[in-house]
């Protein structure tokens, strides 16, 4: 009798880092749920809403612990090998409501934002297609280790951009986001299957896992 001791598929979570319900990136985050599922991952597609929580407070932590939201989402990127987040722009920068659900995750032991891999993209009804906003976004991510892909996938004129089967509209670009999440999944692939790889990052503030930090390596 032989045991299957064969990997099974990667594990996503995609979701829409936006509170409308008819947000475009919601829209996105379902069409890139798909692209990820057709290439043979495991999907788990979620919206902002099922990570309900307070604006995070120090005292409130202290006096009711952390809020079914934030476990919520630890939970679900815990079970995943990555994460995809469709993001809008804010006022050139991150919304407050995804910043606050990173601050808030990022107080649970272990933290689940480190050594993850993350891809992120956005669709705005702007010209710039809520890029400002990805960059942003990278910023608090990298500082816990999440191991950002570095394209990142900006779609302007978002309200005009999907066909009626959510594919977007315009070959070209339907054909880049796909190009863009096969090489992000295949990052991933990589980083969990061969663990013969040596893995190394750059240190960041906070940290705290070894006495030595400046020469720590993952293998």
């Known amino acids: 009798m032989t045991t299957d001791t064969s990997p099974g598929p990667l594990r996503v979570l995609v979701f829409g880092a936006s509170l409308r319900t008819d947000s475009v990136n919601a829209r996105l985050a379902s069409l890139v749920a798909r692209l990820v599922s057709d290439s043979g991952a495991g999907v788990d597609l979620a919206l902002m809403r099922d990570f309900d929580m307070p604006m995070y407070d120090g005292d409130r932590e202290a006096a ?7 476990l919520a ?6 079970r995943s090998d990555a994460f995809v987040i469709a993001s809008p722009e804010y006022n050139a920068s991150v919304p407050g409501v995804l910043k606050n659900a990173i601050d808030w995750v990022s107080r649970i032991r272990p933290q689940p934002f480190k050594t993850k891999h993350a891809l992120l993209v956005s669709a705005s009804p702007s010209l ?3 890029n400002r906003g990805l960059w942003a976004l990278r910023v608090p991510l990298e500082h816990l280790g999440t191991r950002v892909y570095p394209d990142m996938f900006s779609l302007a004129d978002g309200y005009q951009a999907f066909a ?3 594919r977007l509209a315009d070959p070209g670009l339907h054909e880049r986001l796909a190009e863009t999440v096969s090489g992000f999944l295949g990052l991933v692939e990589a980083d969990v299957r061969y663990v013969c790889l040596e893995r190394r990052w750059y240190e960041f503030l906070g940290d705290r896992t070894e006495a030595d ?4 390596a993952e293998k």
């Open 128 to 130: 710039v297609g809520g």
């Open 213 to 216: 930090v400046t020469q720590r």
């Open 164 to 166: 009626e089967d959510g």
């Open 64 to 70: 009711e612990g952390l809020p079914p939201g934030a």
């Open 73 to 78: 989402l630890h939970d679900r990127l815990d």
